[in-house]
């Protein structure tokens, strides 16, 4: 494993590769966050070397790839290319995850990104034994169990698009749950009512039912409860006690309420001492909905709410999607499960954080497994699993004990996604095992870039998977420079703060936001999209919601 799973005292490297430092374009305003000087962190952009025909290119191959990914996970075939033989199919050209410069595209022979015929990009399957399209010209690598395609890497908004329609791919599957077991879950289908709400005229107050006009005569002794068997019609000049909730007689005029009314107990008169309205006080039958009407959409999640509705609408059990069953292979033998670092041994920060963290977003989640650096038990694992998602930590790169391309390319999996332009995080990938296996999400080992993969690809997949909207980013005035990548997206963990009395609300970013921190996200109540270049102070950027309560008070002051 050559990335950390926990941070020292400084910014670390980025996504488990070499830092690189940027120099600041100036003194900054107050409330500045300097950018660490590792790879999330903006590079001067007259370094980079590129040109417009180099961008030109590395977005014509970043559609293609986006094709290949789609057209994979709809099951559509790609144009006619050729076939490969036994021997794995890719290109030996292409750059690890950790040293590929994200945003450019690998060229053919004539400086342009590769296509076929039609202008379609083939689909990429990985691994010996599996045939596929390729487009004409393109170099393949066959080295045994080399795993890794020749793709440009995607652009963040287009590998989330990808992830979510992976996930929708498949046919949903519905289960009903009774009430006490259907919170947190997502309905599978529309829930109507199966009666009218409420079901029978009743009284919405305590007080009396009286019909005509007054005053009215009543029986001392006499008075309808909830829960009791309708009454005798009420005739006019009549009155009966009546409680909340009870169902009123037949022929009521109104429901006065007893704050509202003197009863004369020795005459056995009731006098109104406000003006009666004919149908006040009375919940009339339907006034809340129809039988058959419909209560809730189909993908909506079960609140208390939402079961409190459903029991009185007439419901024992919901329809819903199963919780999409997820499995969490640690790798990396520097890896501790207790105690305090030694010896070049590191703490475990994924596992305790990823289990709780996917379940908030509505998965079933085994108990961490830790492999180490075994390409045996991780192959093992994989073909083992019976879950529907299974994620990785660490291993995306290409370093000496980073197995997951490989044992990927030895079961002949299909790389949906392979490394994604977004910082931190970027070696990150999305792959589905053969025949119609589980998905995995490889997630680089720094905790910040693992953070960044579960957003960008594992949320969205369980949420495809579970029958819910993904999360949309949405817009959030900034009080502060947030500097920007010169070519990816940047995940920027941010905290909520009320504006001042005439003022908006807005965010604020927050220090510690290198791959191997986790301090700056602890604190965070979201994470700003910030484009490449950055976003200037006052401005607006997207904002992605963490799956937890906003920000205790105490981060105020200590993280920006």
Known sequence: MTSAHSAGPGPGPADGGRPSSAPSAGAPEPGLVRPSSDESAPAPGSASGRTAADDARARAASEEAVEQALA???????????????????????????????????ANATGTAPANAAGAAPATTVGAGRAHAAAPGRAHDTTPGRAR?????????????????????GPPAVIRLPLDRALGHVLAEALGALTDLPPFDTSAMDGWAVAGPGPWTFDAGAGLLAGRVASAPLPDGTAVRIATGARVPGDTTAVIRAEHAHADAAKGVLHAQRPVVTGQDVRPRGQECRSGEQLVPAGAIVTPAVLGLAAAAGYDALPVAPRPRVDVLVLGDELLAAGLPHEGLIRDALGPMLGPWLRAVGAQVQDPRRLGDDAGALRAALVESDADLIVTTGGTASGPVDHVHRVLGDLGA?????????????????????????????????????????????????????????????LALVHAEVPGHPHDTRLVPVVHRAGRVGGRDHVAPLRYNGP?????????????????????????????????APATPWTEGCFT
Do not use: K
């Open 149 to 169: 395609p020749l793709a440009p890497t995607l652009s963040w908004d287009r590998a989330r698009e990808v992830a979510a329609r992976s996930g929708r791919s």
């Open 516 to 548: 191997a921190m986790l301090r700056g996200i602890a604190a965070a109540d979201g994470l700003a999209v910030v484009p490449p270049g950055g976003v200037r102070s006052g401005t607006e950027v997207e904002i992605l919601d963490l799956p937890w």
């Open 72 to 106: 994979l996970v709809s099951g559509v075939s790609a144009a006619p290319g050729h076939a490969c033989g036994p021997a794995p199919c890719h290109a030996g050209a292409a750059a690890s995850g950790h040293e590929r410069d994200a945003g450019t595209a690998p």
């Open 414 to 474: 299909e790389l949906l996604v392979d490394g994604v332009a977004v910082r931190p995080g970027h070696p990150m990938l999305l792959a589905r095992l053969p025949p119609d296996g589980p998905y995995l999400v490889g997630l680089p080992g720094n905790p910040l870039a693992a953070v960044s993969g579960l957003l960008t690809l594992a949320e969205p997949l369980l949420a495809g998977i579970a029958g819910r909207p993904a999360q949309d980013p949405y």
